[in-house]
């Protein structure tokens, strides 16, 4: 593993992190798809040393939705890279200092506990200023979590990240998570758990905005769409 990484400055990028719910049908991984897609062409006019256009993506469950993109293992054989860790991808540099990686968007895919303390170590070590996808997170956080499981909730920002956090369920989501200055967003899809009530809301911070748009959301017919009807909430 290389040295851990300095901070880069971003300009006036405004790094965020999104809570995504939605059960399963409801289009979310090709929501992101897009969301990712957009991320990278947006610097296009915002170009500047040290930024780079990536997107990192945990592909949790090999989602149909990304399977069109390459693994990080896939890139490492495209650059000619033999790796015994391909996550070390993160932390290789050229000549002149920069990335080997330099764009695009990569997933990873793994499921065992170790593998999945790893990539959020590495991320949290040598990924800056990108995007990341932590698909089907709340399978593996835990209510009390270690400090791998927090790094990049917590330092985010410093790290030039911007992140989604994917669930399933609106109750899974873990308190240390809604209750604090984690999240900027909240994207609702419907979720397919049991009818809530409006006290299960309370343990979130904007409470009433997302109850009424839990009712809409939950109101709302099913479409032809691959996205399905969805709301964004500012927390």
């Not at 969301?35 to 062409?41: C, G, I, M, R, S």
């Not at 303390?117 to 070590?125: D, K, N, S, Y």
Request: net charge positive; with cysteine; hydrophobic share 35%.
């Amino acid at each position: 593993m290389g040295k851990r990484a300095n901070r880069k400055k971003t300009g006036a990028r405004d790094y965020q992190s999104y809570l995504l719910i939605g059960g399963k049908g409801q289009g979310k991984s090709t929501l992101l798809i897009d969301l990712v897609e957009e991320y990278l062409k947006s610097f296009q006019n915002s170009y500047c040393k040290g930024i780079y256009p990536r997107a990192f993506i945990h592909d949790m469950s090999s989602s149909r939705a990304f399977r069109h993109l390459p693994t990080v293992e896939q890139a490492c054989q495209q650059l000619g890279l033999d790796l015994e860790d391909p996550l070390e991808l993160l932390t290789l540099k050229d000549s002149s200092g920069n990335p080997v990686w330099k764009k695009g968007a990569l997933r990873y895919v793994c499921r065992k506990s170790r593998e999945i303390q790893h990539m959020h170590e590495m991320l949290a070590a040598h990924f800056r200023n990108g995007m990341v996808v932590f698909d089907e997170w709340t399978t593996y956080v835990r209510a009390n979590p270690p400090d791998w499981q927090i790094d990049i909730v917590n330092n985010h920002r410093n790290y030039g990240l911007e992140v989604f956090y994917v669930c399933h369920q609106i109750m899974r989501v873990p308190l240390f998570f809604i209750r604090g200055d984690m999240i900027a967003k909240i994207i609702l899809f419907k979720t397919g758990e049991r009818e809530l009530e409006y006290r299960q809301f309370r343990r979130y911070s904007c409470a009433e905005q997302l109850w009424e748009a839990y009712q809409r959301v939950l109101k709302a017919p099913a479409t032809d769409n691959w996205v399905q009807y969805h709301e964004i909430i500012d927390v």
